[in-house]
Structure formats: structure tokens, C-alpha cells
């Protein structure tokens, strides 16, 4: 009893070394990553993929899908699929595997002026999330973690003949500066648990259905530094440039529930497994407390390039306010067939919109508007052998649909996607009940078209690292 005590101390010790000091390393990447995107003036930046490396594979399903290998965090009821094993005689857990899920993402951006051969590149590399799964009893799970929700790098100049609203004719050239930085960041601690609704066991067939509800519980939170910086120039006059920056940050609550329905049929005499999963999830509207610090001033820049400050012309500190996050919802299916012993396939639907045009940000409104995407993807797995190809799962998706981005036009969405699920073996013989994943997602999403004033193409490579191991291992004596 004290060695098993032991053990499991040593296990949570572990478990909780390992992720302040993932976390740690992943804030440091996205600390130093370098992005520049335009279109993250607007709202609360540019979103951060919402979903898994396992799912982005598959083109961002999630609704209808649940994994014991990964962690699902945007249908908190697919926690319920958490592996355990309970004992014979009891309800009791006998076994549980817990999974350590942690993603990094590497972009190359390629900015695009229609019909012109102005284009600029940026990449970046920055943390994608860490979560934890435990399950806690059969058909009842627990994850926490943390993730980013969006993302403000941008950098603009701007040159422009300023002219007189009135008569049209010229004043002065201008140099206009935009730059911008921030983001949002969303910690859960989430559960789920299932109920049975039908369980027949005879010697032809099985079936069994499930439903499942689950809830996120978090705290969003996030920054965001905005600065305009103006210079007037003239050859026979000086003037002082002016700087407009706001630096503002906001945080609460935040909700999302989520409920799935699987069936799941086992014909023991053809051997084949077929399944069925439906899911919905979202979040209401919430608004978030906030506060900003506005400066208004003229400046000139110094021998090393710094601002030195001429006149305050404004100045207004811890200015109360609320940002409104939009209502959002998310709803889809996942179909899996497979041979007992041999290989498997899986497809999925989802469709997901968000209520962009409650968004406020103290207050005021932005060139955003609601959004829908539409994802599909499929994911194969081979029939085992010695070979390790046999052991990858293959996926492929798709998306389409419609970015809340709204400045000139529509932003239309179109994305595709690869991804390889790579298993790793133990290392040692004390790790044979561990199953580790090297899940890998590539992508290429385009955003926007010739109708926009500018238009964008991603390429984006995910390496997820999904570690489970088996707990609460209890002992058997003859």
C-alpha cells in the first residue's frame, strides 16, 4: 500500500513537473515568435486554430469526435471517452489512462496585393496548448490546461498626400505608422461524464449507446497594445510627429458546454465494428472586465531611435469597460467502420458559426461580422503488421467558409489539410502499459481573394506530442 502510494505521488509529481516545464518552454517560443498580419487589427486578432492537432488533421472536426489518446477541449463532453476500467464486481476504477496532450505550430505567411506583384512573407513559431486528461471513473473524465484564443502582431506604413476636405487640394505628405501586439489566452479545467442508455451483449452482436454532457470552466484573458504614429514632413517646415497608443487588458469567466450521443455496434461473426457520434458545443455570450490606458502626444525620436515626448496632449489612466466575446456554437457527426483485428476508417462533418456582430470592445464596434466554416475530414488506419507504416493513421480534411475579418469585403476561408498519427514504443520494460503519439497536422488555408485589398496564403506544420500512461493500477494476488 505504501509502495502504490509512492508511486502515485511520484506519477502526479512527475505529470505536474513535466507540464510547468513544457509551459514554460512553449511561452518562451511564443515570446520570441515573429508575425506580421494586418488583418489582426481587428476584433481580438487573428484566431488561433481552435481545435487539436489530431483534428487539424482532419480539417478542425471536433463536434462529434472523441479520442482516449487526445484531448478534445472544444466538446468537453467527449472527456466521458477518457480510457478506464472499472472492477469486476464493483464500480470502482481498476485502471485509468491519463494523457499529457501538447502542441507547437510553425507558419509561413505570404501577404498578396491583387493584381499587383507586391507581396511580403513572415513566419512564426509559437505554443499551441497543453492540456491534460484524466479519467476519473468509467464514462467520467477531467482535463485542464491552457491555450491561446488569438494573436495581434502587425506592423504597417502607410505614405499618403494629406488634402484639404474642402477645396481637395494638397496640404502635406504624411508618414503613418500602425503597429500593434497582444493576445487572449483561455485556462479550463473541464469534465465530462456519459450514461448508458442501451447495453445488449449476446453471441452475434453488441450494442451499445451513450450520451454524454460535459463544461468548460475558465478564465479569459488578454492584452492588447495598439499605436499610430504620424509624421508630417516638409522642406521648408518642421513639424512634431504625433503618437495615439491605447494599452488595454481584459479577463473573467469563461463558459462552454458540449454534449455528445454515440452507438456503437459489434457484429462478432463478420467481425466489423461500425459507429456513430453526434455532437454540439459552444458558448453563450460573455462579456469580459476590462480596463485601458489611453496617451495622446507629440514627439520627436532620438539619436538611438526612441520617442521623447514633446507635449502630453491627453492622458487617461485605468479607464474602465467591457469587451463582449460572441455566442458561438459548433455542431457535427463522425462515422467510424472497421474490422476486428484490421484496419479502420472514419469520416466527419462539422459546421460552426459565431455571432462576430455582438462583439464589443469598450463599447465600441469593429469591422467584424459574424462567421461560419464548414469542415469535413476522414482519418485510415492500416491493418497492423510488422511493418510501421501499418501503424500510422493517415488523415486528410477540408474547410470552407467565411472569416470575421469585414473591411472592404467578405474574407473568404478555403483550407486543406494533411496528418499522421506516428505511435512511439516504450523505451524501457517499466513502460509497457505507455502509449505515446506523435501527432502531425499540415495545412494550407487561404484567406481572402481578388476582391480584397489584400489576400493571404498559410502554410502551417503542427507536431503534437500525445503522452498516455495507465494509473491507478491496482494489483491482483492469487
Known amino acids: 500500500m505504501r509502495l502504490a502510494k509512492s508511486t502515485m505521488r511520484e506519477r502526479v509529481g512527475f505529470c505536474f513537473r513535466t507540464s510547468c516545464l513544457v509551459f514554460s518552454f512553449f511561452i518562451t517560443i511564443t515570446a520570441i515568435a515573429q508575425d506580421n498580419s494586418p488583418y489582426s487589427r481587428y476584433g ?6 481552435s481545435s487539436n492537432v489530431t483534428a487539424r488533421g482532419m480539417g478542425g472536426i471536433s463536434a462529434g469526435y472523441a479520442d482516449y489518446t487526445s484531448v478534445n477541449w472544444n466538446n468537453p463532453a467527449s472527456y466521458s471517452s477518457f480510457l478506464a476500467q472499472k472492477e469486476a464486481k464493483s464500480s470502482k476504477l481498476q485502471s485509468g489512462r491519463v494523457v499529457f496532450d501538447a502542441a507547437i505550430s510553425a507558419s509561413n505567411r505570404t501577404l498578396i496585393a491583387p493584381n499587383t506583384p507586391n507581396r511580403f512573407t513572415a513566419s512564426d513559431l509559437i505554443f499551441s496548448y497543453l492540456q491534460v486528461g484524466i479519467p476519473l471513473r468509467r464514462n467520467w473524465g477531467l482535463s485542464f490546461g491552457i491555450r491561446p484564443v488569438s494573436r495581434i502582431s502587425y506592423l504597417i506604413d502607410e505614405k499618403e498626400l494629406l488634402k484639404d476636405p474642402i477645396t481637395n487640394e494638397p496640404i502635406e505628405n504624411a508618414i503613418t505608422e500602425y503597429k500593434g501586439t497582444g493576445g487572449s489566452y483561455l485556462p479550463t479545467i473541464g469534465t465530462g461524464f456519459g450514461f448508458d442508455l442501451l447495453d445488449r451483449d449476446n453471441t452475434e452482436r453488441k450494442k451499445t449507446s451513450t450520451v454524454s454532457f460535459g463544461l468548460n470552466f475558465g478564465y479569459l484573458f488578454g492584452s492588447r497594445e495598439s499605436t499610430t ?12 510627429a504625433s503618437d495615439h497608443t491605447t494599452n488595454s487588458s481584459y479577463g473573467d469567466i469563461f463558459l462552454s458546454p458540449g454534449i455528445q450521443y454515440n452507438f456503437f455496434k459489434v457484429n462478432k461473426t463478420k467481425k466489423v465494428t461500425t459507429g456513430i457520434r453526434f455532437g454540439i458545443a459552444g458558448n453563450w455570450k ?3 472586465a476590462g ?9 520627436i525620436k532620438g539619436n538611438s531611435g526612441e520617442i521623447i515626448q514633446i507635449d502630453s496632449v491627453y492622458q487617461e489612466s485605468d479607464i474602465k469597460g ?7 456554437f459548433r455542431a457535427g457527426f463522425t462515422y467510424q467502420h472497421g474490422k476486428i483485428e484490421g484496419s479502420t476508417w472514419m469520416i466527419g462533418i462539422d459546421y460552426s458559426q459565431t455571432k462576430w456582430s455582438e462583439y464589443r470592445y469598450f463599447g465600441a464596434k469593429d469591422a467584424v461580422k459574424d462567421s461560419w466554416i464548414v469542415q469535413a475530414g476522414a482519418q485510415f488506419s492500416p491493418r497492423p503488421k510488422t511493418n510501421y507504416f501499418s501503424r500510422v493513421a493517415y488523415r486528410v480534411g477540408v474547410s470552407t467558409g467565411s472569416d470575421y475579418v469585414n473591411v472592404d469585403d467578405k474574407l473568404p476561408l478555403v483550407g486543406f489539410t494533411y496528418g499522421m498519427a506516428l505511435p512511439i514504443g516504450g523505451f524501457n520494460r517499466l513502460s509497457m502499459y505507455q502509449y505515446s503519439v506523435i501527432n502531425v497536422a499540415i495545412e494550407y488555408n487561404k484567406r481572402g481573394n481578388n476582391d480584397n485589398l489584400l489576400k493571404e496564403n498559410i502554410v502551417r506544420i503542427s507536431l503534437g506530442f500525445s503522452l498516455s500512461d495507465l494509473w491507478f493500477i491496482k494489483k491482483k494476488y492469487d
Open 44 to 49: 481580438l486578432g487573428d484566431l488561433v486554430q
Open 229 to 240: 504614429l504620424r509624421n508630417l514632413y516638409n522642406d521648408s517646415a518642421l513639424y512634431a
Open 286 to 288: 460573455q462579456n469580459l
Open 291 to 299: 480596463t485601458k490606458d489611453s496617451l495622446r502626444q507629440t514627439y
Open 322 to 328: 467591457t469587451v463582449i466575446y460572441p455566442s458561438s
